[in-house]
């Protein structure tokens, strides 16, 4: 199973300033007969299921703010939020879906400080 | 808008079987979309357990492969999820979503294993 590892556990950030967090993959999620990385990455606020932000690393969702960006290739993954809002508060997770049993990260809890 | 509905028993016996279905509204389930059941233990993390395609094509996570099977249903729209023997282990709030990148996720239903 390809490992995701994702950095902080936690994180606490200011209302509107920059939050990133990171996530490796133990292999490559990159596929060169198209170029696409197969990462995505999901927000989860209190109580609530999951909601896709990012998919193919960078692209953002329809209805998703664009305060909210991935970038990364490879292994390599970052999501950056550039202004955090109140409402940003949540745990956040990166999925590989490059290769079956798809994984998560065990999570990133966003709070404000 | 494409919605999905978890629907099923909220508590299962230790050793019984869990039957789930999701419905799907917004979206044909013989559309070009993979159909996906993954479940959150509670205060943890998620897990994939696997997901099909219209044709019946199926692939599952290989730590639940030998107890779990999910099933398609065109003509109702719906998809389903049977697990068996479960255990205490097996308490998790349980999501269907579309896609491999999981693009709609339902509300999810929280199951639990009673001894």
């Known amino acids: 199973d390809i490992v995701m590892t994702q950095s902080p556990d936690s994180l606490a950030v200011s209302l509107g300033e920059r939050a990133t967090i990171n996530c490796t993959s133990s292999?490559?999620?990159?596929?060169?007969?198209?170029?696409?990385?197969?990462l995505g990455w999901h927000q989860q606020k209190a109580g609530q299921s999951p909601k896709l932000l990012i998919f193919w690393a960078s692209t953002r969702e329809s209805g998703v703010p664009d305060r909210f960006s991935g970038s990364g290739s490879g292994t390599d993954f970052t999501l950056t939020i550039s202004s955090l809002q109140a409402e940003d508060v949540g745990v956040y997770y990166c999925q590989q879906y490059y290769t079956t049993p798809y994984t998560f990260g065990r999570g990133t809890k966003l709070e404000i400080k | 808008q494409v919605q999905l509905q978890e629907s099923g028993p909220g508590l299962v016996k230790s050793s019984g079987t869990l039957s789930l279905t999701c419905a799907v509204s917004g979206d044909s389930i013989s559309s070009t979309h993979w159909w996906t059941w993954v479940r959150q233990p509670p205060g943890e993390g998620l897990e994939w357990i696997g997901e099909?395609?219209?044709?019946?094509?199926?692939n599952y996570n290989p730590s639940l492969e030998s107890r779990v099977t999910i099933s398609v249903d065109t003509s109702k729209n719906h998809f389903s999820l049977e697990l068996k023997s479960m255990t205490a282990a097996d308490t998790a709030v349980y999501y269907c979503?579309?896609?491999?990148?999981?693009?709609?996720w339902g509300r999810g239903i929280l199951v639990t294993v009673s001894s």
């Open positions: 292999q490559s999620v990159l596929y060169s007969a198209n170029n696409k990385n197969y």
């Open positions: 099909i395609f219209h044709s019946g094509r199926t």
């Open positions: 979503a579309r896609d491999t990148f999981l693009s709609y």
